[in-house]
């Protein structure tokens, strides 16, 4: 595994160029991330491009002997080129534009702007597409961040009508397929139809699923538009994009499709703040993240580009500058996060960024350098995790263990119908995956298209939308499989199957949901030593439940290793189900402490403690006297880390 | 009491019309709503009518006995109409069109989209309106719903200055009735008047009340307009609206007068999660509706129409999918409800809908039916209680108890200047129901103009504009009466009376308000077992208070049986006011268990047990070995109805 | 100190004009405010004046001896003016106007609108400039109310190219300053620059921080239009604005350059339950206001005018309309804030308003006098004070203690990057003043341009724009100096200084900041005896710490007297860092219990019990028995106050 970092030669004198090449190499960096924000600086008027700068740039890194990853600058359109054509901003839900003044101020959908990115990115390829340092390319930059997937543009609208004729050829067949009936919305030619926005009450699910699928489409075709220049310009390097964490408003297995390389941008941090969790987890991760956060799109992205190859693009080094409240990592964790990613696959970790910037948006967002050109404590552990990396054999991801399916689909349709306000779908993804984590499984989260033969356990926390095909799929599969709740609930054009949820599913478990209840909080139904919360499902089926509530009630059944699972689990039921799961399965476990988690990867054993309390391996049966650790000791402090070769006969443990 | 339900044949194939129709006589129904959001439907195209389907779904309903209420399709206008005519939507608060994509997109001010509603009800009414099986016509659907009262379109703007025009004839009279003088806001003509929106602050209060007052007089007529059209053409058939749950924004009293029958929509378990309850009733009545929200609105809209019938429209049979949360009702809670409504008089309970529907905005609310078509547990709860009606004599509403005198004008006065954001009108009315409702009160809901002779107590919960009139007609009436905080507290023009309040009810209660308070939560005045929250007033007078707090400040002042209240009660002190108006009236009460509710029709006794344990009505004195059973028994299980026949000598229980 | 009342003769029928200025001297006051929002009376047609009603009025007002404080009505332009430039109103951050209907709706860049005030402004200076009843004229009312400082109209965005086209001269420059290199945010030209809104995510903090800067400039120079106007038509009167409470949208310091006296209005009720305050607090308080909240704006607001002179223009009489909750004041609180107000050297105590408007939007504000012309609760505490303060000499404003200094771009700074949510500057500065004057010290707060000489200790809450001037200025003060978190944390273009914060500050403290942490409610970091919450800061120092936490990091650092203060500090913490420079200055102080706050002026030493108990000054050795009251005693009950006379040997107590 590589390091690297993101660097904006553009932000600083150049007379300092060469001693930031220098001070990279020197800490242990060998790739850098460049000028994905330097519109205005190639292209200062129209037209008029200045290359000199960032040939001199790429040379001063390239004397050095660090690697490039060159980013395409369209996620920043100078102002002259906005004001030349101002209808190229989005429109947001309340109808008002998102103007020029920070970045990503451009709808997808508008055709003249996708005109001016070819223009652009055309001419860096050209220009640098056989330069030999430059081994990668970003296309634009995390795509959809501030909201910025669904546009309600003139642009979009007619943008949308397009991909509905090209869907439905006929509008008839769009009006039985969103039951347009329902309140006299049926229209007569595709010119009538208008994006889901500012209607009286909710919009048809159905007309809002179609108009997130055509969003998404438009960042596939923004995305492969910029890949195929590039492609054909500069033989031979990756395509990559840099993704963003829990964010799940486009597809990101088909954008994954025309890359070579999945990157993200981990933020652990942040992204504890701002999300669903815990007030108590807000404390007591709140300089670590949630032990699971990175590991979760570690193992996500991973399963988003075909070749399974990934990144971590953009690694927060330090405070950042956008969340809520932004405290500073304990000490030793950006080493962990770098050595976790490592564990889980990494080709590369780049932190973000080289040095803290002075000025603008993100002058609180900390780098590996100060503002004042001192080594952060960022560059401390990334120095420190440079040396330890090269201590380790890079290995391949080693053998299927735990899938878990994932479908971008079913976030859209979750968010557009939650029928309970509770029920978000990258939670309780998120609430299995940690799950099983927590049992020590290695996991892979991908695609209900992926190739699912070799996994010895699969997990789809729920698969609205199922289709024949994948039941046929499944069947073939002989190994324990679990779906959660609403599997099966929803035809693909957003309708209650015929013959009730989980629809195709009862063609290998014969059950029915014939009707579902979402739960305030405080509104529970009661297990043996677990409470079902947020929703739970009436099951009418002649199977004999394989979990029950005190009531008497089934909500896990099972046929031929197929579950199902009729309600929302906590971690103690989940933990019981994965456990009797793992032991069908024939697949090892080992119950972890809350803060500790495990990671292989080829004969590598990673052992990683995310809490401020010590931990003893040996006491867990982790370790013994005799391992021979390559990093770390049985001993693992706070933010520690512990590395050994694992043993042959343990092959089956994750 | 008669059953029914409401259907949409144009939903489903033709082809299972006929199986429909005798599954719904087979349960017990003998009436059916349809037709009402069928625009698209019926006139597909402009001008171009399709009668033939709706002919034979009518006959195919009428071939098996079932009766027909047929809808005005007005709450649904289809896209070409919009098209037709883009400024037809409503405007909200900021200014955005409320555009088309589900229902009620429309502004009750444009002129020529009422011209298109008396083309279509006419067009419906010349069809149907001498068909035999139509016994009803509903007008429109849920005039409000979503928010659809007020609109701040330029249609509104226009009609707004004519009515103001008509109201005050001359601009200067309404600068001193609004007070304009204040903040330099006076008018030189009503065309340089707009509506009260977007104003730097809060606009001037009786702005914003006849704004509401105007939007209210809109609604009124264009549901006249439509009831015009019908009674001419379709002579001897109810006209009937449906209203809905915890509903002000127009004056239902005033749109009644214009009806046969007043339905509603009764959704206990929507209302619950969507209104003020706090988060421990939410939980103890999740799966049963607070005891007396149904109840509240049979005794509210029974008042709303001049002759006093009524009906339930809309009852919820299952899950709703509308509410934050939607669990499933307790099990018999819907035959309970159903029951209730009869106990209270109802005519009709309609169950919405016959079959969930698989499509669109709705697909998560129950019907009677599952998509799949099979019984649901509302369908087994409508056959039950079909039969047990069976058994019960129609009875009239019974003699006058208590009256509780319901004003649309006060909760929209409150809402203007609530001046604690706590104090709000319709709950307020709802605590003293509900305190008289847990004394086993009988109570009808009355606006200030109904005939209150013969009524035994009368409470007036707030009546911030109280004319001389009124005070007139309650100067004749011999029995207690009580006025709530506020009461007399503004003038028409939404003035403090020069006499300050409670204004001409200083002529039989010799009181001035000098000054009132608003409470922060937790911010209380001690009485001796009860606390004063959220709103106390000073009060000016020589009375001897008839309740004091612990500072001897008194809070409760009476005269020749006319009572004011100077706070915002407790349930507790509610109940000791009421007992004592009730032994003051000679009115028999019975002080109910939290769950248990009484309701008397005629000589029949009802009693309803709305929680989850069980109770006995001998161990309340409410029956005995003696008592036959019309319906239950004297152990009423929870969700359990009890039916007996009152005696003689009760006559004065309520 | 006088006492007045503010007075809307236009309100009121003519005929009680003689009787109102009669009562109003028999209360005791001597000076009435009028005509600030009598536009459309004073000019009812565009071009014709009708002068003769306000003649009267003065002439009514004179003839009793009244003085008279004149507005000018421009925060109520009427709607003739409105109409005939409607683009002369704001337009707010979501594009939305903010129409004609309350007041304050013109954006204060409006050209025309400007031209519009020269007119009625010189139009009233010409007629009553040389009245011999006219005193003092107050220009235009409470800039900024309901959030009117910053408009996004198309004025304000051609206003604001002028300004920076001014400011900057050249763009490049521009960009330098703001880091527009950032993400391409480079400008061409200062027509390319448009008001920092509707961005897709923020904008760059430099470019809110010069449009706020803007903004506040605006609202000097239109206060300056008027200032002048009036001062050369009405030579010899006192020019006044009236301030609101914790309102720092424009740089009041510069407004005041333009003014005689600074004015505020004081709603200490309103203001405790609109703003920041803990509910423990609003419960504690709520009918008496927080302590520190009147003193905390006096102190503030005679900083806040060239020559200290200062007024209370409006002082809350009873109940406000506006807050979410409208408690009565504790009786004796009015009289409570009237002395408070002299204690800080007040010119006038001007109660708002004279009697209490039956209509319109404040008709629930109470007056002295009830809607019925009774006298309230207010008028009795007036009728009151107004006798005690003939008892008490006028006195200077007293020796110099301690300063606090205030930056208002400090306010806009961390509103605009607060970096934690909770990191609010005006709530750091009050908490600061809190602690000081439970110490019972007198406090000035003053600008940091303000003559620093003859302070024993200076307090600057935080200071994130540092001069090299300002710090040169405090080397030359000899006495203890805390400055808190974030001081010199930015330059005046809002970037990292390149030496790290505290930047210039360095130059006599010899410390870098390097990191800093914003911690969310619960993340707290232990000291001995108290708890850091909010924000903590890593500082990099070879000084030894003078406050360390219990992991021995330091907190506080100190060198000559030049104290540095890295963290959101607690009370406790702060009475214990004042102490000690209270001890070091020989500053004597007197730790008073929660509700007590004393304030000498000149040998006047007064006392006030803002708490519901009683409180002996003997117990807190506050008084004797030797101790001779001018007003009180030494038992001082709730809402009481007394005064002595101070003896020459405690000159150091403050
Ligand atoms: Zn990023
Ligand atoms: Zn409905
Ligand atoms: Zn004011």
């Not at 609208?157 to 050829?169: D, G, H, P, T």
């Not at 039951?179 to 006299?184: A, D, E, R, V």
């Not at 538009?225 to 310009?233: G, K, P, S, T, Y």
Request: hydrophobic residues 40%; aromatic residues 10%; proline residues 6%.
């Amino acid at each position: 595994m590589k390091l690297g970092c993101c660097y904006y030669p553009e932000h600083w004198p150049e007379d300092i160029w060469v001693d930031d090449a220098r001070r990279m190499k020197d800490i242990g960096l060998s790739q850098v991330r460049i000028g994905e924000f330097a519109w205005s600086r190639i292209e200062p008027e129209p037209g008029r491009y200045d290359w000199a700068w960032l040939d001199r740039a790429i040379d001063t890194l390239d004397n050095v002997g660090l690697e490039i990853i060159l980013g395409t600058p369209t996620a920043t359109p100078p102002k002259w080129l906005v004001d030349s054509m101002p209808d190229m901003i989005a429109i947001d839900a309340d109808g008002n534009p998102r103007n020029f003044g920070s970045r990503r101020h451009y709808c997808f959908s508008h055709l003249n702007y996708r005109k001016e990115c070819e223009r652009i990115v055309t001419a860096l390829a050209e220009r640098y597409g056989n330069h030999p340092a430059i081994v990668a390319w970003q296309t634009d930059n995390e795509y959809g961040c501030h909201d910025t997937i669904v546009s309600y543009s003139e642009s979009a609208k007619l943008a949308f009508r397009k991909w509905l004729a090209e869907k439905y050829a006929d509008v008839g067949a769009l009006n039985i397929a969103w039951g347009n009936i329902f309140w006299s919305m049926e229209y007569r030619n595709f010119a009538e139809i208008d994006p889901p926005n500012l209607t009286v009450t909710e919009p048809n699910p159905s007309h809002v699923l179609d108009y997130r699928r055509f969003a998404s489409d438009e960042v596939v075709s923004f995305n492969k538009l910029q890949v195929d220049i590039l492609r054909a310009r500069s033989p031979g390097r990756d395509m990559i994009h840099n993704y963003m964490g829990f964010f799940t408003e486009f597809n990101h297995h088909k954008v994954g499709q025309d890359l070579d390389v999945a990157s993200w941008d981990s933020y652990p941090l942040g992204f504890l703040e701002q999300f669903w969790f815990s007030d108590e987890e807000k404390l007591r991760y709140a300089r670590q993240g949630h032990p699971d956060i990175a590991a979760f799109h570690h193992d996500l992205y991973r399963g988003c580009c075909t070749g399974g190859r990934w990144s971590v693009m953009e690694q927060q080094p330090g405070p950042v500058n956008w969340a809520r409240y932004n405290p500073a990592p304990l000490d030793g964790i950006v080493r962990l996060w770098t050595l976790e990613a490592m564990a889980h696959g990494a080709e590369l970790v780049s932190y973000f960024r080289w040095r803290q910037a002075p000025f603008a948006q993100e002058q609180m967002h900390a780098g590996l350098l100060r503002p004042d050109n001192e080594e952060a404590q960022g560059a401390v552990e990334a120095r420190q995790v440079a040396r330890e990396i090269a201590l380790l054999e890079t290995a391949n991801n080693g053998q299927k263990s735990v899938a878990i399916i994932f479908a971008y689909e079913a976030a859209w349709l979750f968010e557009t119908q939650p029928q309970g306000q509770s029920f978000r779908y990258i939670e309780l993804v998120f609430e299995m995956y940690s799950a099983l984590r927590q049992l020590g499984l290695n996991v892979d989260i991908v695609s209900h298209e992926a190739d699912l033969s070799g996994y010895k356990m699969i997990v789809a926390p729920s698969l609205p939308i199922l289709s024949s095909a994948f039941v046929d799929k499944i069947k073939a599969l002989a190994v324990p499989i679990l779906f959660g709740p609403r599997t099966g609930s929803k035809t693909a054009d957003f309708q209650i199957p015929a013959e009730l949820p989980p629809g195709a599913l009862q063609d290998v478990l014969p059950l029915k949901i014939k009707r579902v209840q979402s739960l305030r909080p405080g509104l529970t139904e009661k297990g043996d030593d677990h409470d079902v919360s947020r929703w739970i499902e009436d099951v009418e089926t002649d199977l004999v439940p394989s979990e029950t509530l005190v009531d008497e009630r089934g909500i896990l059944f099972g046929k031929n290793g197929v579950n199902y699972l009729a309600a929302w689990p906590s971690q103690k039921l989940l933990r019981r189900i994965f456990m009797k799961m793992a032991s069908d399965a024939d697949v090892g476990i080992c119950e972890l402490p809350r803060d500790l988690r495990l990671r292989s990867l080829g004969d590598l054993q990673f052992a990683f403690n995310h809490g401020i309390e010590a931990l003893s391996l040996s006491d867990l049966n982790l370790a013994s006297a005799a391992t021979e650790f390559l990093i770390g000791e049985e001993n693992l402090p706070s933010a520690g880390v512990a590395v050994w070769r694992r043993q042959i006969e343990s092959q089956n443990r994750a």
